[in-house]
């Protein structure tokens, strides 16, 4: 029996690319005979004609489906309804914007398929195209979650990636609504093959980020797989007792040899606004602990599909 590959594409307003994204995987699908394709595409609450176009490919070609949501609901939930739906023995999961270069998977099969590995991963080696000043801070960003956290986050990863059955299972067994898939496929472990590869421009469109959606989503990951900003408030406390009460002491002899007991106004007014403004982080980190918590108790759905190919 052949086996299935499915190609897992979040989409969000991408009607120009499809196209020739359909037909670059279309092409290296010919090139691998040996195995059969299933593409999945998930329309996240696209505003332009992303659907139209999803459409069309399925005119042509059956082995095109969809997952269309009923707003957006970001990438996350986009690639999760895409693992929940696909049917292959292997998944690969892409971009819509060929950023994520179609031609490396038969390379990608060749790996998975001795088993060998549960998974194959690229990362981007160099950041071309990319506003120094982000990454710069993607950079840091990398360093800074790799102490904070246990799981291993790769710098430069990419969400193109070509998994096992069985490892897909164990990721959509993770039902969590915070979901940071670098961290959520990092987590369940299995076998990974990373290759590397120069970055590629998008085909078309523009980047759905910004800088400050890039710096929500790294406090994300930051929540979702590391609790030591907490850690930092209790030693932030305790390391500022030792000091009052070395100060305390100091104040209380100074005051009994030399007497002058109200001098050091402006400190005092100092040390007030430190412990104030320190008090105020360590409720904001604790603060954005409880939001998370709170989200997830409430078990809301992390998608909600509005049609498939099966409706008509
Ligand atoms: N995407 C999505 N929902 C969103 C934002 C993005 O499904 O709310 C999809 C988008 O269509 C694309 C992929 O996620 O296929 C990556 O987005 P983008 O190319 O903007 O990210 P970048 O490559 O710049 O990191
Ligand atoms: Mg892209």
Known sequence: MKKLISIIVPCYNEEPALK???????KVSHEMSNVDFEFVFVDDGSRDGTMREIEKLRANDERVKFVSFSRNFGKEAALLAGLD????DYIATM??????????????YDVVKTGDYDCVAT??????????????????????INKMSKIEMVDGARDYRLMTRQMVDAIISMREYNRYS????????????WIEYKNVQRVAGETHWSFWKLFVYAIDGICAFSTVPLVIA??????????????????????????????GWPSTICMILMMGG????ALGIIGEYLAKTYLETKHRPIYIVKRTEKDK
């Open 95 to 108: 971009d819509a914007d060929l950023q994520d270069p179609p031609a490396l998977l038969p390379a990608m």
């Open 182 to 193: 670098k961290g959520l496929f990092s987590f369940v472990g299995f076998k990974t093959k």
């Open 20 to 26: 020739p994204f359909y037909e670059e995987v279309n």
């Open 123 to 144: 990362r981007r080696v160099s950041r071309e195209g990319e506003p120094p000043i982000r990454s710069f801070f993607a950079r840091m960003f990398y360093r800074l």
């Open 278 to 281: 320190l008090q105020l982080l």
């Open 85 to 88: 739906y696909a049917q292959g």
């Open 234 to 263: 209790a030693v932030l406390g305790l390391i500022f007792c030792l000091v009052a009460f070395v100060l305390i002491v100091t104040i209380v002899i100074k005051t009994l040899l030399y007497g002058d007991p109200v001098s």
